[in-house]
Structures are given as structure tokens and as C-alpha cells.
């Protein structure tokens, strides 16, 4: 089954504890990226990667980091989370995204929701 | 970038009534997806419409692009229905609109 799996679901943490939310994806897709979902404010592009080894900021990178070493995993890192960080987040992945029509819907996973106490 | 707006932010309808819901992009667009997000928050791929008009089933969507909007349609409304709806322009940089809220009360 073709499929985008985050884990863990959820998880309860300290500031300043690092910790790192898997990301997977199954379908031989290029195109990833995190999403962080909050009350009021929709869903916001932390980082995206158009391919293994090209990863890129979106819209509110500050506090987190990502590596594409392989195509199907996107980790994403939190080296000292703050209580700002409390989200729900999720991963994504397409064939490819680009400026043409020749881009792809995007598949999500199911969701990382993140506490930071 | 490109600014995505929803509208209405919140809508309650009756079970089996029909609603309209929107999508303006500031910006030309290549591309534009409608998700809903279920009330255990998964989100779901409704369409993916550059332009014209798909169906499926009681959904419908429509893109105009050169006017930059889209619009959700959806018929004889159903509780499973409820939840969040966003439309998202996909790009290399994605960029969400904020949701239209659906609440459909038996």
C-alpha cells in the first residue's frame, strides 16, 4: 500500500530535550516536505527537498533541521525544542514539484502531534 | 509568494443541504489541490485541478485559472463531511490557505 508514515503519533516532551519525527514514504517519490498545522494559522512549510541531498527552507524553518540522505526518508530535527514547537506536523510527499504543470499532488501522513513542556 | 485565501472561514449547514466553498491565489498558479481534514486530522486529497471541472462522486471542483480562484462544490451534504477543507497551491515552496471549517448537524 502506498503510503507516507510519521513516527511517532504523538509525543510528550522538555525543552531542550532533542528529538527527531521519522518521515517515510514508500512510492519512490523526489519531492518531500514538513508541514506544522496550528490553530488559526492553517498549514505551514517548514522544510521542503526536491530530491536526495536538496533540501530547502519554507516558510517558518527557524528551530528545525532535516537531511535527505536516502529518497523515501525525511527526518525532521528538533535540537532544543521550546514550548513555540508545540504543533501537529506532518510530512508529505509527491513524485515532483516544480514550475510547471508537470508537478504532483502531495500524499500526507497522518500526523506527529507534539507537545513541548 | 503566493498568498492562498479561503472563504467562508466556518460553515454550518443541515444534513443534505448544498454549499460552495472557495479558494482565491494572488498569483498565476500551475496547480491547485483541495484536501479535507477529518476530524482525527488526517488529511485527505480531494482533488488536484489546474483548471476546468472533475467530479467525484457528491464533490465537485472547479479552477478558473486565469481569474485565480477555485471553488469546492459539495451536494446533499452528509455528517462525514465535516471537518476542515484547504486548498493549497503546489509549487516547490507549498503555500496553504487558512481552511473553511464545515460543520454538517443532522
Known amino acids: 500500500e502506498a503510503q507516507v508514515t510519521q513516527n511517532p503519533r504523538y509525543l510528550i516532551t522538555v525543552t531542550g530535550k532533542k528529538l527527531t519525527v521519522t518521515c517515510s514514504q514508500n512510492?519512490?517519490?523526489?519531492?518531500m516536505s514538513w508541514y506544522r498545522q496550528d490553530p488559526g494559522l492553517g498549514l505551514r512549510q517548514i522544510y521542503y527537498?526536491?530530491?536526495?541531498?536538496?533540501?530547502d527552507k519554507g516558510d517558518v524553518p527557524e528551530g528545525y533541521k532535516v537531511s535527505r540522505k536516502e529518497k523515501r526518508n525525511f527526518p525532521l530535527i528538533l535540537e532544543s525544542p521550546s514550548p513555540n514547537q508545540t504543533s501537529l506536523y506532518f510530512c508529505?510527499?509527491?513524485?515532483?514539484?516544480?514550475?510547471?504543470?508537470?508537478?504532483?499532488?502531495?500524499?500526507f501522513g497522518d500526523g506527529t502531534r507534539l507537545s513541548i513542556l | 509568494g503566493i498568498q492562498v485565501e479561503q472563504s467562508p472561514p466556518d460553515l454550518i449547514l443541515q444534513e443534505g443541504a448544498n454549499s460552495t466553498l472557495r479558494c482565491n491565489f494572488s498569483?498565476?498558479?500551475?496547480?491547485l489541490q483541495w484536501f479535507h481534514q477529518n476530524p482525527w486530522g488526517q488529511l485527505i486529497n480531494l482533488f488536484y485541478?489546474?483548471?476546468g471541472t472533475k467530479q467525484n462522486g457528491r464533490l465537485s471542483a472547479t479552477t478558473v485559472a486565469t481569474e485565480r480562484y477555485s471553488l469546492l462544490y459539495i451536494s446533499s451534504s452528509q455528517t462525514t463531511d465535516s471537518g476542515v477543507y484547504f486548498c493549497?497551491?503546489?509549487?516547490?515552496?507549498?503555500?496553504f490557505g487558512t481552511g473553511t471549517k464545515l460543520q454538517v448537524i443532522p
Open positions: 508529505a510527499s509527491s513524485l515532483r514539484q516544480t514550475d510547471t504543470r508537470d508537478n504532483q499532488p502531495q500524499h
Open positions: 512510492m519512490n517519490h523526489e519531492y
Open positions: 527537498s526536491m530530491n536526495v541531498e536538496v533540501t
Open positions: 498569483d498565476s498558479v500551475n496547480n
Open positions: 485541478i489546474p483548471s
Open positions: 493549497a497551491a503546489p509549487h516547490q515552496k507549498v503555500t
